[in-house]
Each structure stands twice: as C-alpha cells, then as structure tokens.
C-alpha cells in the first residue's frame, strides 16, 4: 500500500524545451514548472561522479534488503511482517531515488546532446567557411595560372637583339637608366623601337612601289615597241622564203641543226646523220634534234697553240695552288672519277611518235674520256594514263628499254679498256652511275657507229656509218614496238588492279560465255619475293626468271578455293610470252610438283599460248592467259569428284559440258575448249 500510495504522490515531470507557456496556467502546472527547473538546476550543482557512486550504493543497498525480505518470507514466522514492512519501505525509498537519478541521468544526456548539437553546427559553419576559402584559394590559384601562363602577342615578334637594340635606338627611346635594371620597361621600350622600324619599312616599301610602277611602265612601253617590230621581222621572213625556195637554201632550223651538227662527236654525229635520213626516207615521225651548248663543244676544240699556252697557265697555277694547299686523295680520286665520266656538252634526242601521238623521248650522250654513248628514254602519253599502282616499272626510266635485243641489260660498259681505266680511279662498275650518265646499251653504241670486239681488242675504235645504217631500221622498229606493248600493259594492268579482266571481242570464242572464277588481287612483287615461293624454283632454274623481268602475283579465287598465280613478264613482252607458275589452296596446297592436273593447267597458258595471242601484234596475250586460267580453274573444280563423307550438295556444281570427266593413268581433266561447239576436252 505504502508503495502504491508513493506512486500516486509522485509528481508529474513536464518536459519542455525550457521556455514559459503562453496564456494562463494554474498553481499545479507552476509547481511543476519550479520541479522541473530545480532539477535541472540540481544537476548542473550535482558531480556525476558522485551520483554513479550512489546509484551504485542504492543499488547493492537494494540487493540486499531483497535478501532480508526473501530471506524473512522463506522463514513464514508471522512477527517478521514488521520487520518485511520496514525493509519494504526502504527498497521504495531507495527506488524513488534510482527514479530520480535516471531524471538526472536524461537531463544530463539532453543537455549533453543539446551541446553535442550545437558544437556541431559550429563545426559545420566552420566546415563550411572552411571550404569557401579552398574554392576560393583554387580559384585565385587558377588565376595566377592563367596570369602565369598567359602569352602575349609580343612573344610572336622577333625583336632585335639587346646589344642591337642599344646601339641603333635613340636614347629618348632606349632609356638605359630605366630599362637596364627593369626588364618590363625594356620590353616595352624594344617594342617602341620595333614599331618605328616598321614604320620606317613601311614608308620604304611604299617607295618602291611607287619606283616598281614607273619601271612596269617604262617595261609595257618598250613592250609595245617590240611588238610592233615583231610585225615587220615577220613580213620580212615571209617574204624571204620565195628566194630560199628558188635558190634552194634550207629553212633557218635545219640550217642551225647542220650547223651545230659540226661540233658533234664522231658517234653522236653518225647516229643523227642516220636518224635523220632514216627519218626523212622511211619514217616522218622520227624527230632527230640537237641540244646542248655549243660554246662549250666550240671550247673542246682549241688550236694546239692555245692549248699549248693554257697548258702552261694551267701548270703555273697548279704550282700554285700546291704551295698553297694539297688536296687529299679523296677529292683527287672524286674528281678523276669526274673527269672520267664527263659527258659531251651536245647530246642527240629522238622522238618516236606512234600513231596514237603516244611519244618515245631518247636522249643519247657521248661520254668522252670513256669512247662509249648512252641514253635516257621518256615516254610522253597522249591521254593522261590513270594511275596503276602494279604498273610502275612499266614505262620506267631505267627499265623501259632493258634487254630490247636479247642479253643487253646496259649495266656493264661494252668497252673492254674501259675496265682499266676504271681501276685507276676506283670504280668498280658503270652500273652505279647509269642514273646519272645513261644506260651504255650495245645498240646505242651500234647506232653510233662504234663495235667493240671481244675477240680481238682495238686501240682505238671509229664511229662506221655502214654499221649504224645497217642497225637503224630493226632498232627503230623494236622501240616503237616496246613503247606500244609497254603503254598496253599499262591500260590492261589498270583493270586487273580492279578485279576486271579486259577481253577484246576478237579474242571472246577463244573462252565460254560463262566463267565463274574472277580474279580478285593483281600486284607487282620484287625478284627476291618471287625468288623465294616454292613453286618458281622450276622456272628460276631453267634460266627463264632475271632481275630485269617483271614479277606479279595474280590471285584467283572461286568460292574457297584460292588459286595464286606468279607471273613473270619478260622485257620483250609480247613476243616473248608471260610465265606463269601456280599454286591452288582448296583442301590442301596444290602445285605443279603434286598434282598433274596443276601442272597440265600451268601448260594451257605456258604452252599453248600461241592460241591466246589474238589479232597482231599479240598486246592481249597476258589477259588472255588470265582468263584461261580462270576457265581452266572452272573446269578443274566443276570435275573433282564429290567427297562422299561430306554431307550436303556439291560445292563446285558442273555448269561445263565436258566429254570426258578424266582420261589416262594421271586422271587429267579437259581443259581444252572447243568453240563453237562450247564443250570442253582433252588435247
């Protein structure tokens, strides 16, 4: 009873967050208003310390007054119930004061939360001026970068040196007192001086321009003169051809080319009077010219007195320049070999024109000290050719007129002294200057007259007119004829590079009308990479593949089959037929040397060519082989018999019509075509 009579005399604790209420309130809420406030004044005077020590001394205090009071009722004795009442009431009393140290312990924790509270938000104000002033350091940091970093137009100026700028600038300009110890106010004041120097330019250039025009007119006036004497000259020449026709005198061109013909070498000299006679009787599109300088081919040829006394100068001033200073064997050698090698000052040029205006430029070159001529070819197209990247070395330079008569590579000179004189000045061979001099092919040195003699070495050997005349006709023929081939390899290789085999109509009842191989890749290879596949070595064997042919690589594809095909384009194309040399990538790698039918393809084009040749003079032999080897690859696949294990239809399906399928103990197909029946079978 006692315990329940405490709990309702237990005063209501209101909590609030401190403040007064507004309005009217009664006695009993101001009591609890004092209550309240005097505890939490009471805790802010009370050491927590001293309160945990009493709550534990309440505590142990109520520990054991429960064992008396359990100990008392286990007893049942009925005097112990005074004495239980007693122990009863000092557990309720030691209750309301653990009730009142929980009060406090809550009133502590709030105030401790409240201040926790407020710390932290100052701790977040601080946080957060805190990053203000970073961000606002960042961006003061990224100004002064800028600042730092910035480039101002005058550092694109190049200004004149300091010393420059010291000497030339007016002192009102150049300020050494200030500028000396202020490198700001120094450039700025370098900028001053720039500025009036370019004005000074400035007005200079005006000037000359002004002067500029007076000249300009000065020039259109002695411009108009002449053109009004061109006039006069021109009706004078007019007039003069009636007299040259009646005396019979050449015209004023051929007259100056006769007259500078006389300064010509020997061998230059026979080959023009041939060309030009070959020109005039048998051939109106052969141009023969001459170029050079005369003054200087006038200086070779100096009367022996004169050259006499030039010796003597020449020899005082080497004694000189001995004494002076002494050259050291790698110029003396530089400029023996030089000496060697020089050239005529007057060359002869020879321009074979075709009938399509397509133009052959040949240049021939006496060389002096070495009794040997040379020549430089160009061609010169009609229409601008498209551009085929496999035909580069086609109308090449130093290639076009390789090996024009079987065997002349023109590397090696064909005078045998030669070699001699090479040996005193240190060249090994004339192949490393053939770029420079020309080519020293055995027809130019025929065509101008000159044959050395194995057999038997002369001393000295002269240009023959009856040799050159003998030679002329057969050369100019076979050149025209390179040109033509050459300039038709060009167009045909410019539809193989995109996958187009060009047929003429003469040449189509040489195939089928349906052909499903194609060729899908034509590029130029070099010797080494042609050298170097296992199925040429045959062909390099027999002598037929040299490094002045012409290598590509052909490749032929028909579903997974892959047909490559080497090729090598001989220098007297098409007289000499392409070689070809396959290898077929379908279900393993397929050659000549392991599969007969392989080698009987490679004979279709190698063997039989004179079939593919077309209409003279034969430029459509190589896209002929090509697509008989697209037909043949045809046949080849449609005949192969059908791998039972596979399942499915037939890969290659026979779309040709053959006789025989096989034939023999080597089981080859039919490859030969017969037209125009449309069948195909064996030879």
């Not at 609030?16 to 309130?25: A, I, L, S, V």
């Not at 080494?528 to 040429?536: G, K, N, Q, R, V």
Request: proline share 6%.
């Amino acid at each position: 009873m006692s315990s329940d009579s405490s709990k309702k005399r237990k005063p209501k604790v209101i909590r609030t967050d401190g403040g007064p209420q507004e309005g009217k309130r009664g006695k009993a809420d101001a009591d609890q208003d004092v209550r309240y406030y005097s505890e939490e004044c009471e805790v802010d005077l009370r050491d927590p310390i001293k309160d945990y020590e009493l709550y534990r001394e309440t505590c142990q205090e109520l520990q054991r007054l429960m064992a008396e009071i359990q100990e008392l009722k286990s007893r049942g004795i009925k005097d112990n119930a005074s004495e239980i009442d007693e122990r009863r009431i000092q557990s309720c009393v030691h209750f309301m004061t653990l009730k009142k140290l929980n009060r406090l312990a809550h009133i502590r924790l709030k105030k401790g939360r409240d201040q926790t509270h407020e710390a932290k938000q100052k701790v977040d104000a601080y946080h957060l001026q805190l990053q203000n002033l970073l961000y606002e350091v960042m961006h003061l940091q990224k100004e002064i970068t800028k600042c730092l970093e910035f480039k101002s137009k005058h550092e694109e100026i190049e200004l004149v040196s300091l010393e420059e700028f010291y000497r030339e600038a007016p002192p009102e300009i150049s300020r050494p007192a200030i500028t000396l110890a202020e490198p700001h106010q120094q450039t700025l004041a370098r900028l001053d001086w720039e500025l009036e120097q370019r004005k000074r330019l400035a007005e200079k250039y005006k000037e000359c321009l002004t002067s500029k025009e007076k000249i300009l007119k000065e020039i259109e006036v002695k411009k108009e003169y002449l053109s009004s004497l061109q006039p006069r000259l021109n009706s004078i020449m007019q007039a003069s051809l009636p007299v040259q026709e009646y005396l019979f005198m050449p015209f004023d061109q051929a007259h100056k080319q006769y007259e500078t013909a006389r300064h010509l070498p020997p061998p230059l000299y026979v080959l023009f009077v041939q060309a030009s006679a070959y020109g005039q009787a048998c051939d109106k599109k052969l141009v023969v010219a001459i170029e050079g300088s005369v003054e200087e081919a006038k200086a070779l040829y100096k009367p022996p007195e004169d050259s006499q006394d030039d010796e003597s100068d020449s020899d005082a001033e080497e004694e000189q320049t001995t004494k002076r200073r002494r050259p050291t064997l790698g110029v003396q050698l530089d400029d023996k070999r030089k000496e060697m090698l020089k050239r005529h000052p007057l060359s002869v040029t020879v321009d074979l024109k075709c009938k399509d205006e397509n133009v052959l430029h040949l240049t021939f070159y006496y060389l002096m000290n070495l009794n040997v001529m040379t020549v430089k070819a160009k061609v010169t197209t009609a229409v601008e050719m498209t551009t085929a990247i496999s035909a580069g070395d086609l109308l090449s330079p130093d290639s076009i007129l390789n090996c024009l008569y079987p065997g002349d590579h023109g590397r090696k000179t064909p005078n045998p002294a030669n070699q001699f004189q090479f040996d005193k000045v240190g060249i090994l061979t004339l192949s490393d200057y053939v770029t420079e001099l020309g080519h020293p092919y055995v027809w130019v040195q025929k065509l101008g007259g000159l044959h050395f003699p194995k057999d038997q070495p002369q001393h000295t050997v002269t240009a023959d007119n009856s040799l050159s005349a003998s030679h002329m006709e057969l050369t100019v023929k076979l050149l025209r004829t390179r040109l033509q081939s050459r300039l038709a390899l060009h167009k045909q290789f410019a539809s193989l590079e995109h996958g187009v085999v060009p047929v003429s109509s003469e040449c189509q009842h040489l195939f089928p009308t349906k052909i499903v191989s194609r060729l899908v890749k034509w590029a130029a290879i070099p010797f080494e990479d042609y050298a170097e596949l296992p199925y040429t070595k045959d062909v390099i064997e027999a002598g037929l593949a040299e490094d002045t042919h012409l290598y590509y690589m052909a490749l032929i594809e028909r579903g997974t089959a892959k047909l490559q095909a080497a090729v090598v384009v001989n220098p007297g194309y098409s007289t000499l037929p392409p070689i070809f040399s396959l290898c077929l990538n379908w279900k393993g790698e397929r050659t000549g040397s392991n599969d007969d039918n392989i080698r009987a393809m490679e004979s279709e084009v190698n063997v039989e060519y004179k079939e593919l040749w077309g209409p003279k003079p034969g430029y459509q032999l190589l896209t002929n082989q090509l697509q008989r080897l697209c037909m043949v690859l045809d046949v080849y696949l449609e005949t192969e018999p059908h791998d039972p294990s596979v399942e499915g239809p037939k890969e290659f399906p026979q779309e040709k019509m053959c006789l025989r399928l096989v034939r023999g103990p080597l089981r080859l197909k039919p490859f030969k075509f017969n037209y125009p029946q449309g069948f195909f079978s064996h030879r």
